[in-house]
């Protein structure tokens, strides 16, 4: 059974941070490249960042140099660190293998405000 949990999310104020985490299925975890996701209102679900069993990781262009994925390979984890959020930043955040159909599921997600 594919385990997919996200938590960390929030309201912040715009310049704010926010650090997420996902815990997951040893099984996926091990294997595959992990990646942060989100889906704001209204728009499709877009690829954030994402991190390779190597470490190897990559960026969004809209959050480079704000944003870090990080990896935590014994603990089955990944994080998002959020730095500089904006209002553009605002969606629910939702963590997956790359690509998403290798587990052909999502977990709830956890939701981030930045808002004044």
């Known amino acids: 059974q594919v385990q997919l949990e996200e938590s960390g999310g929030g309201l912040v104020q715009p310049g704010g941070s926010l650090r997420l985490s996902c815990t997951a299925s040893?099984?996926?975890?091990?294997?595959?490249?992990m990646g942060w996701f989100r889906q704001a209102p209204g728009k499709q679900r877009e690829l954030v960042a994402q991190i390779t069993r190597a470490l190897w990781t990559t960026n969004l262009d809209s959050v480079k140099g704000r944003f870090a994925i990080i990896r935590d390979n014994p603990k089955n984890t990944i994080y998002l660190q959020m730095n500089d959020l904006k209002p553009e930043d605002t969606a629910v955040y939702y963590c997956n293998t790359n690509p998403p159909s290798i587990t052909g599921v999502w977990g709830k997600g956890t939701l981030v405000t930045v808002s004044s």
């Open positions: 040893r099984s996926i975890f091990n294997n595959y490249s």
